[in-house]
């Protein structure tokens, strides 16, 4: 059974960080890419970073670039992305998801991942 599991999730001030972790299982890790995603209330889900679990090839969203680090332990199975210099903005529910590669660069179209978490609420207050 697929499973994606994040954690880490919180309040935090404006100016503060956040760690979030995607623990992965029941999937060949490194035959996938895992994404970070976001949605806000009444927003659509978009991609924030992502990772190359193959290759270790990052790509993220010009939002957060800058701030925002995706890392990957293969040992462990589990993805990072640690959160700098957040904003108000930033809040919103965090998903991690999974991207068979297949030989593809990493993106972040939401569409074709293939396994999702459940989430983790992130808030960052002003």
């Known amino acids: 059974e697929v499973q994606l599991v994040e954690s880490g999730g919180g309040l935090v001030q404006a100016g503060g960080s956040l760690r979030l972790s995607c623990a992965a299982s029941g999937f060949t890790f490194d035959r996938y890419a895992i994404g970070w995603f976001r949605q806000a209330p009444g927003k659509e889900r978009e991609g924030v970073a992502c990772?190359?679990?193959?290759?270790?090839?990052?790509y993220y969203a010009e939002s957060v670039e800058g701030r925002f680090t995706i890392s990957s332990d293969n040992a462990k199975n589990t993805v990072y992305l640690q959160m700098n210099s957040l904003k108000p903005e930033d809040t919103a529910v965090y998903y991690c998801?999974?991207?068979?590669?297949?030989?593809?660069?990493?993106?972040?179209?939401?569409?074709?991942?293939?396994?999702w978490g459940q989430g983790t609420q992130v808030t960052v207050s002003s």
């Open positions: 990772i190359s679990n193959s290759d270790g090839s990052t």
């Open positions: 998801a999974a991207l068979f590669l297949g030989g593809i660069v990493v993106h972040l179209k939401v569409n074709e991942y293939d396994y």
